[in-house]
């Protein structure tokens, strides 16, 4: 079988690349006599599924079109494995993406004091500033504008590390940054 999976041509090769690896999945699971219902549902192979797909979501987090349906067609997976992935880890896929998106964000306005709020929330998938707002603010129990005020402004005073001292903090991270 997998011979002629090998033998299929490029145009095929994805279609192949993602057969052969629910292939080897499979006969993981059959040949661990040994493993608990548990140790199944977690083997391996998911768990390098999973850790492809937040490596994608990091990777495109600027990306307007970042969606389960962007991820599973990355990874080579469907949409449906997908969601079983992140079931493991008690968050959406979606959700998930909010939180990274969200981390970026509030990195951007503490480093950044010029960006508008605005262009930081189009700049990480959000087209709606209130909406943003509401997210930022129930994520890290600060609007985006409190946040900004009271993170450390490099231009005022040289930010302090009180174990190492003087802290070199990032200027400008824009949304390129992020994709």
Not at 59 to 66: D, I
Not at 73 to 89: M, N, P, Q, V, W
């Amino acid at each position: 079988m997998m011979q002629q999976l090998q033998q299929l041509s490029d145009t095929e090769g994805h279609a192949a690349s993602v057969l052969g690896r629910q292939v080897i999945e499979v006969l993981a699971l059959a040949l661990d006599d040994t493993a608990t219902e548990e140790a199944c549902t977690r083997t391996a192979v998911r768990a390098g599924h999973l850790r492809r797909a937040e490596h994608i979501i990091r990777q495109n987090l600027a990306n307007q079109n970042l969606s389960p349906d962007f991820v599973a067609d990355a990874c080579g997976i469907s949409k449906r494995y997908l969601h079983e992935l992140f079931s493991d880890t008690n968050k959406t896929v979606s959700q998930f993406i909010r939180e990274k998106r969200l981390l970026a964000a509030r990195d951007a306005i503490t480093t950044n004091h010029s960006l508008a709020m605005a262009e930081i929330a189009y700049c990480f998938g959000f087209s709606d500033q209130a909406q943003f707002s509401r997210l930022f603010k129930a994520q890290f129990a600060a609007t985006p504008s409190e946040w900004r005020r009271n993170a450390p402004h490099p231009e005022r005073s040289g930010p302090h590390d009180t174990i190492r001292g003087p802290m070199k903090i990032r200027r400008t991270p824009v949304c390129s940054d992020y994709s």
